[in-house]
């Protein structure tokens, strides 16, 4: 079972640089969410989305944008690549909110520099 | 605000001996709280949460709302717990916005 699946998993930006991190799961979870974990310390939620359509922010969104088109993806776009945007980032979903489990992705590991 | 604490970066036991990870909350309604764990080269993953007061691999965590903490306990550590484990916070109602610890390394020495 593949569940929850990030690209790339490396990555070296320049300043200034745009990319899209991927993300998609397999298991039909409504509930989408994307964090980033800075060294030493816990998870963030940066952006989320409740279903294809529908997104809104976590966290620390600045810098960050997302879409839902369908189900199974949740792309993260940077637009402007920063230094402070360098970061563990990690894609989750779950089928819904409350007590429900959420699943996380490997992780896509972004330096900026 | 939401907050959590978990005032410990590195915990090492020996084998055999109780584990006690630390967890204090800060939420002014009625929280639902979680222990996350991610082991070696494996994904985050769910532990436990408060809401099903099960027992998980041997690891328990009681909510204690008096003291705003959800400590994980486990009577008799073995070298496999050695992770790095997060508590997290949520509100009840709608998407899971979950609050991370720090996160607590812990390793079971042989």
């Known amino acids: 079972n593949a569940g929850v699946t990030q690209t790339p998993k490396f990555r070296i930006l320049k300043i200034g640089q745009s990319m899209t991190l991927q993300c998609t799961q397999d298991m039909n979870h409504n509930y989408m969410y994307w964090y980033r974990q800075d060294p030493g310390m816990g998870l963030k939620l940066i952006y989320y989305s409740v279903g294809a359509g529908i997104t809104d922010k976590g966290e620390v969104p600045n810098g960050y944008n997302v879409s839902r088109s369908t189900t199974e993806d949740f792309p993260l776009r940077l637009e402007l690549a920063a230094p402070s945007q360098t970061s563990v980032y990690f894609c989750a979903s779950s089928y819904g909110g409350g007590g429900n489990t959420i699943y996380f992705g490997e992780g896509s590991w972004l330096t900026v520099v | 605000a939401q907050r959590v604490t978990q005032p410990e970066k590195l915990l090492s036991v020996f084998k055999g001996a109780p584990v006690e990870l630390k967890c204090n909350y800060s939420?002014?309604?009625?929280?639902?709280l979680f222990w996350y764990v991610q082991y070696s080269r494996q994904r985050l993953q769910l532990l436990l949460r408060h809401i099903s007061r099960e027992s998980i691999k041997g690891f328990t965590a009681d909510l204690n709302k008096g003291e705003t903490s959800f400590h994980l306990k486990k009577p008799f550590a073995q070298e496999e717990d050695s992770a790095m484990y997060y508590c997290?916070?949520?509100?009840?109602?709608?998407?899971?916005?979950?609050?991370f610890g720090q996160g607590t390394r812990l390793t079971i020495n042989p």
């Open positions: 997290a916070l949520n509100r009840k109602a709608g998407a899971q916005k979950l609050v």
């Open positions: 939420y002014s309604g009625s929280p639902e």
